[in-house]
């Protein structure tokens, strides 16, 4: 069930490809204004870097998530499956899913110009990189999903989202932002397993709550 | 499949369209609902199909209580609304197949009814290039295809030409046939009284 | 106001005004038991407490929410917006005290002590929790969406107490707290219990009042 519906949310952005590219092109002007920025530092940006990677992570993922979310509002579509026989925590999970294939995807495209924008070296453990990568997104997107369901019926959504989703997900930019900067640093990553805890529990926290909770917030 | 209605409550922003209302529907009997606009036809069968939530009272399908948690009841309805609540960036071919998924039906006839209803050539177009009628062909289909016990129709009459009037008939003296729980809202008052066996008015 | 047509809330009232005014007595007019900070440092005796109680007051919310979830009764969404406006005010007051405590103690105004930040943190989720319940839709569902933010709120504050409390570990804990305590005058101690419960007799009575209010507008 699951897998039916992640192929619906991925055949329909396949024919619009409006998410990741909306996502890709949104990251690639923030990196653009960041690197006009820090021209005045261009010693420090070294440093900077890990925490703005994070900020255009955060920012791309709000547009993804509400556009994500949108699909369901089009015509109604999502009555298919509140109506269904499916319960809405596999739903939810599914989403989640979705919601992280395309985030992954756009940060795939962005992350090569965002290197080469800020002149950062790439000497450092590709497959740390990845990891960082992947849970951190996925603790964006196991907090945005649920926050972006509590907002499916608000009138304010667009503002609503990243209100939300901010604050609730500092843990997450404090821990994935200290895990990129040790990573940088070429520093092994046992040294920083207690961030990558922090970013693993709150993916498994909200995760399991948005599971719980999704069958009570989504309905017409 | 019978469906009872008890003591339902539902407000919104604090004034309520229902209150204890209740009703008893047997299985097989056919119910035309009307009334004025706002009356909440609409959210009444949006209630039933699962899709709103009730604030107080029950809904009972199949002596069962239709509720979030309780994924069993929604299988044997399907709500047929104003709205498509399909997918327009998807297929014909494609939105029947899924929901059908959904239902657990088997996908082998999606083509055969799609014929059934005149979308045979459309199946592979997208359904935001669908016109107002073909959008009620295809929740026409939906609804044959997923072949539910109790059936929820919401102005099922909207944007029909006359052979999709003769489709609808037809479909409906099916259903008619096979003694299955109808529920329709409409304006039609006249159309009513032929097609339902009892008609209620909301206030 | 029939609120305080009641016998039992106006000698709740009582007890509550009596309380503040000797509570607030006792630390105008204390000989600062920490000379360093000097008459600032009696601050602690009021911040503290009303720290702790704003975090109990979430907490309410948090367990109101389940309730609410769980048997949808009305009454838990009054007593869950009472608790979240009650501890909302309750932040407020630790986020503008805790700059005037930390001018003299650390120097500057805002610490990013971990504390501190998990209350800014929270602070800025239930205001968005008060924008979700303005724009949020159809009240009766707002109810349900509000109860799930409540609880990921409260879920939040292990992690962004960890996470800031490591991400900054010079900021241990609170500016010479140990120089309060001393085991041969345990005045501190007593005081801070005293102010303690003074600000939960004075936050139950503004809960109460509070949802006292919202069952009338809504039942009438």
Same mark, same amino acid.
């Given at each position: 069930m699951i897998f039916h519906l992640v192929l619906k949310d991925l055949k329909i952005e396949w024919r619009s490809k409006e998410i990741i590219t909306?996502?890709?092109?949104?990251?690639?002007?923030?990196?653009?204004?960041? +690197?006009? +920025?820090?021209?005045? +530092?261009?010693?420090?940006?070294?440093?900077? +870097?890990?925490?703005?990677?994070?900020?255009?992570?955060l920012f791309t993922s709000v547009l993804g998530l509400n556009r994500l979310f949108s699909l369901e509002k089009e015509d109604q579509a999502l009555w298919s499956w509140v109506a269904a026989p499916v319960s809405r925590g596999t739903v939810y999970i599914a989403k989640v899913i979705s919601a992280f294939i395309f985030i992954i995807m756009s940060e795939l495209l962005f992350i090569i110009p965002f290197f080469i924008f800020l002149n950062l070296p790439s000497n450092f453990s590709f497959i740390s990189f990845a990891l960082i990568l992947f849970l951190g997104t996925g603790a964006i997107v196991s907090v945005g999903c649920l926050i972006s369901g509590i907002t499916l019926q608000a009138r304010l959504r667009d503002v609503l989202i990243p209100i939300l989703l901010f604050p609730s997900a500092s843990p997450v930019a404090i821990a994935a932002t200290k895990c990129t900067g040790l990573l940088f640093n070429q520093i092994p990553l046992v040294n920083y397993l207690f961030w990558l805890l922090i970013l693993g529990s709150f993916f498994v926290i909200f995760g399991l709550f948005g599971y719980l909770v999704f069958n009570q917030i989504v309905e017409e | 499949m019978n469906l009872d209605i008890n003591n339902l409550s539902k407000s919104f922003y604090h004034v309520p369209v229902f209150q204890s209302f209740s009703i008893s529907i047997k299985s097989g009997e056919r119910v035309g609902l009307f009334g004025p606009n706002g009356s909440g036809k609409t959210t009444l069968l949006k209630m039933i199909s699962g899709i709103m939530s009730v604030d107080k009272g029950e809904i009972l399908i199949g002596n069962i209580l239709q509720d979030s948690e309780n994924i069993k009841t929604r299988k044997s309805i399907y709500y047929l609304g104003h709205s498509l609540g399909l997918y327009p960036g998807l297929t014909g071919n494609e939105n029947i197949s899924f929901i059908s998924k959904l239902y657990g039906k088997s996908e082998l006839l999606v083509l055969d009814v799609l014929k059934k209803v005149g979308l045979g050539k459309l199946e592979n177009k997208l359904v935001k290039f669908y016109s107002q009628g073909m959008l009620q062909r295809l929740k026409l289909a939906t609804a044959i295809i997923l072949n539910p016990e109790i059936i929820l129709l919401d102005e099922p009459l909207n944007g029909l030409d006359n052979e999709g009037l003769d489709l609808f008939k037809k479909v409906y003296t099916e259903w008619e046939e096979n003694s299955k729980t109808i529920f329709v809202v409409s304006h039609d008052q006249e159309w009513l009284k032929n097609f339902t066996s009892r008609t209620i008015e909301l206030t | 106001m029939s609120f305080f047509k009641h016998r039992n809330n106006l000698i709740h009232a009582g007890i509550a005004l009596t309380l503040s005014v000797i509570n607030i007595y006792i630390i105008f007019t204390l000989d600062p038991p920490n000379l360093a900070q000097g008459v600032f440092g009696n601050i602690f005796f009021i911040h503290v407490p009303i720290a702790w109680s704003a975090f109990l007051l979430y907490f309410a919310v948090m367990v109101c929410g389940i309730f609410y979830l769980t048997n949808k009764s009305i009454k838990w969404d009054y007593r869950g917006l009472a608790f979240a406006e009650v501890g909302t005010i309750f932040m407020f007051l630790v986020l503008t005290t805790g700059p005037i405590w930390a001018k003299p103690a650390w120097g500057h105004f805002w610490p990013w002590e971990p504390r501190l930040t998990t209350?800014?943190?929270?602070?800025?989720?239930?205001?968005?929790?008060?924008?979700?319940?303005?724009?949020?839709?159809? &009240?009766?569902?707002? $109810?349900?969406?509000?109860?799930?933010?409540?609880?990921?709120?409260?879920?939040?504050? &292990?992690?962004?107490?960890? $996470?800031?409390?490591?991400?900054? &570990?010079?900021?241990?804990?609170? &500016?010479?707290v140990g120089q309060y305590f001393s085991s041969a005058n345990p005045m501190s101690t007593y005081l801070i219990i005293f102010s303690f419960i003074s600000m939960i007799i004075i936050s139950s009575l503004m809960v109460r009042f509070r949802t006292n209010i919202l069952s009338m507008n809504h039942t009438s």
């Open positions: 909306s996502m890709f092109i949104f990251g690639l002007s923030i990196t653009l204004i960041f +690197a006009l +920025a820090f021209q005045v +530092a261009p010693n420090l940006i070294r440093t900077f +870097a890990p925490g703005l990677l994070w900020v255009v992570i | - | 209350s800014l943190i929270l602070f800025l989720i239930f205001l968005g929790y008060f924008m979700l319940r303005e724009f949020g839709g159809n &009240p009766e569902q707002v $109810s349900r969406y509000a109860a799930v933010l409540g609880i990921l709120a409260f879920l939040d504050v &292990p992690l962004i107490f960890f $996470s800031v409390k490591f991400w900054l &570990p010079k900021m241990q804990s609170h &500016p010479q």
